[in-house]
């Protein structure tokens, strides 16, 4: 075997869209895939400088990059990220179903203005993005979409509506990996346990428990969910399945 042989990047040739890639897990993912050969857009809403600052790390890493702004809770938007993305890279191959809401607080607290907004985002934005995906994919294709360590098991009150969220990604992934899986295209699902990010700060009021329910102990980051996900691109068997990387908060 000639060891000095260099192996080509394994997302090399592929392009890939991340919602929510401006910040915290969406921008680790986005660096990941790009590290790994991806053309990568990534969508945004208030963090536009943000979202510059992503893309040009990827444009440094020698990949293609756009930032696009689209909010999920619009369903014309949510939808229309997929074509612009497909339009500015030549193609999808790719989806990380990432942008997310997290409204916490005892029932009687959430107004129906938050149910409509948390499950357009966490939702129907999710089931959008990935049936424009899903028509454009070919084989090889991949979704992959960003749930929580809340849809595997709630340890405390004060989650009914984002757990409620999360836990139809469940369902709908299962249901995408039935769908898609004639075509040769994946579907699974990435339950991140808390992590250090703008939504999760490390030393937030309620970080300490958090990593108290963590069988390690502790936070995790947004490169330890990446490179799941990036695992998941390169994973031609995977369908239909759970992936918790939550320091062991669901064991
Ligand atoms: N952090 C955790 O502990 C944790 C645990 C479990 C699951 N998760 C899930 O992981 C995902 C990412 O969370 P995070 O902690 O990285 O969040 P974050 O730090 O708050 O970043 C959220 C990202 O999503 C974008 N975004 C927010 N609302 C959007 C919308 N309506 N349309 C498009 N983009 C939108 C933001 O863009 P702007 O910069 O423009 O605001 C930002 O790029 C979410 O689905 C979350 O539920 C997080």
């Not at 899986?181 to 009021?205: K, Q």
């Not at 936070?219 to 031609?236: C, I, Y």
């Amino acid at each position: 075997m000639n060891t000095n042989t260099l192996s080509p990047s394994p997302l090399t040739g592929r392009t890939a869209l991340v919602t929510g890639g401006s910040r915290g897990i969406g921008a680790a993912v986005a660096l990941r895939l790009a590290r790994e050969g991806a053309d990568v857009a990534l969508t945004y809403v208030n963090g536009k400088d943000a979202a510059e600052d992503v893309v040009r790390a990827v444009e440094a890493l020698g990949r293609r990059a756009v930032a696009l702004r689209a909010d999920s809770a619009d369903a014309e938007e949510a939808a229309g990220a997929v074509e612009r993305a497909a339009q500015a890279l030549g193609g999808i191959d790719v989806l990380v179903n990432n942008a997310g809401l997290g409204v916490l607080g005892p029932l009687e607290s959430l107004s129906l203005a938050d149910v409509d907004r948390l499950l357009a985002v966490n939702v129907r934005g999710v089931f959008l993005a990935s049936r424009a995906a899903a028509s454009r994919m070919t084989e090889g294709g991949r979704i992959i979409t960003i749930g929580s360590c809340i849809a595997q098991r709630v340890p405390g009150a004060g989650g009914t509506l984002y757990a409620m969220s999360k836990s139809a990604l469940i369902g709908l992934t299962k249901a995408l990996a039935r769908e898609l899986g004639p075509r040769g295209i994946t579907a699974n699902i990435v339950h991140p346990g808390p992590i250090d990010t703008d939504m999760n700060p490390a030393d937030g009021p309620f970080a300490d428990g958090q990593a108290a329910l963590t069988a390690l102990g502790r936070f995790g980051t947004a490169d330890e969910v990446a490179s799941t996900v990036a695992h998941l691109v390169t994973a031609p068997y995977v369908t239909g399945a759970e992936f918790a990387v939550d320091g062991g908060h669901a064991a």
